[in-house]
């Protein structure tokens, strides 16, 4: 590819880099045994990509050029640690027993990455940092975004990010966190935050807690392919299959959920036809998973269930809403939160009628939870809109839209005030 534009070559470092930083982290991770160690010997191997592509082209297998550069770097700085001479010499004679190292991945590597990456997803995510810091260290770390683009994602600025990542890092150093991987024994404990984390990340790019945007669909797409990741790491897990089929239904629908315009459409009034039916498929693969490893009952199983039914409705009027109730039924009992609760007065108000959504919502408006979240309001003015109390519907859609943090949301809030006024 020598003579390439140099704009072209750079967008490609860029896309390589995109899809195998996270591999490259997490091998030198495992060399370094230090996580912000890891991630500057990375970027070293990404300075050397960006000066010597452009001038000698794109080599063939971009990815092992990268791995093997970042290695040849970690040894480098072990080399000069007097105290690891043994271990320089083992890597070295490693690195040496390869005729063209650029030309194929190391297959003793490669047969490790699985181990560093689930090592490297669990070190970012590890307890000892905020969820914040988790957000931002696995988004830099595991899905190879740049400071800048998180700081986009989450309407921060990048030297703000940055801090918390840095931070993170003097955290995980500070408390002497090793590069491992849970055992089995403690997987059990680990792995909620670990989800949690993902999960956080695909919902403010699924509804965007702030700004202009309703959605942030590159969000969701890096949080659907950790947790496609994480399937492939983990695959007797059934969480990890319940939360991915979760996001693949609601990412299934991405394409439907605004107007050319940007402006939002709610989920009854969607054109299914532009549902992703690749990503439905893959939900269900999921789930059908989930069934065999016995695990339907938890709060992702469940609800990953109530997305299935809204995925296998060919229109709206073809919802199974009594499923969905029961199902929620179940999540209450199960996963009990005013969230969840709010979501099931929604389904009885479906499957039963208006009053019976009503009923519960009213039970609801003292929750302190509940106090300034806007679907609350949004939710009840929709019920007394279909009870014909349309004045009292538009003051709540009025209150929801003084509490909704989203631009979009806000405008669509003042929107179906206006239309029950007029």
Request: glycine share 4%; proline share 4%; charged share 25%.
């Amino acid at each position: 590819m020598t003579g390439a534009p140099v704009d072209d070559v750079r967008a490609s470092i860029d896309a390589v880099w995109r899809i195998e930083s996270a591999r490259v982290v997490a091998a030198l991770a495992r060399l370094h045994g230090d996580l912000g160690l890891a991630e500057e010997t990375a970027q070293e191997a990404l300075v050397a990509a960006l000066e010597q592509w452009p001038r000698d082209g794109i080599p063939r297998n971009p990815a092992a050029w990268l791995m093997t550069t970042g290695r040849r770097r970690a040894i480098d700085r072990i080399r000069r640690e007097v105290n690891l001479r043994e271990k320089v010499a083992v890597l070295a004679s490693d690195l040496d027993d390869h005729d063209d190292p650029y030309d194929e991945a190391d297959s003793r590597l490669d047969d490790q990455i699985g181990d560093d990456m689930l090592r490297l997803i669990f070190t970012a995510c590890h307890p000892a940092l905020s969820t914040e810091a988790r957000i931002a260290l696995t988004l830099k770390t595991v899905a190879g975004l740049s400071t800048a683009e998180i700081a986009r994602a989450f309407l921060s600025t990048e030297s703000t990010i940055a801090q918390r990542i840095v931070r993170a890092k003097r955290t995980l150093s500070a408390r002497r966190v090793g590069f491992a991987a849970p055992t089995a024994e403690e997987l059990p404990e680990r792995l909620p935050p670990v989800l949690s984390v993902i999960y956080l990340i695909f919902n403010e790019g699924y509804a965007a807690s702030s700004g202009d945007d309703w959605f942030r669909p590159e969000l969701c797409r890096d949080a659907l392919r950790l947790g496609r990741m994480l399937c492939n790491l983990l695959p007797n897990e059934s969480d990890v299959f319940a939360l991915t089929a979760l996001m693949e239904f609601q990412a299934s629908r991405l394409a439907a959920r605004t107007t050319r315009d940007g402006q939002p459409i709610l989920l009854l009034d969607q054109n299914r036809a532009l549902w992703d039916r690749l990503s439905i498929t893959r939900g269900l693969r999921s789930l059908q998973r989930v069934r065999e490893l016995g695990g339907t009952r938890t709060s992702y199983a469940l609800q990953a269930a109530i997305a299935a039914q809204h995925a296998r409705a060919a229109t709206a009027e073809d919802t199974d809403w009594v499923a969905i109730a029961a199902l929620y039924e179940t999540l209450a009992e199960t996963a009990p939160s005013p969230i969840v609760e709010l979501n099931r007065a929604v389904a009885l108000g479906m499957a039963y009628g208006p009053q019976a959504g009503l009923d519960l919502v009213d039970q609801l408006r003292d929750f302190p939870e509940l106090e300034r979240y806007h679907l609350l309001p949004s939710v009840r003015g929709d019920l007394l809109a279909r009870l014909g109390r349309d004045a009292e519907a538009a003051d709540e859609f009025r209150r929801a839209a003084e509490l909704a943090g989203n631009d979009q949301e806000r405008a669509l809030s003042l929107s179906r005030a206006r239309a029950l006024e007029s």
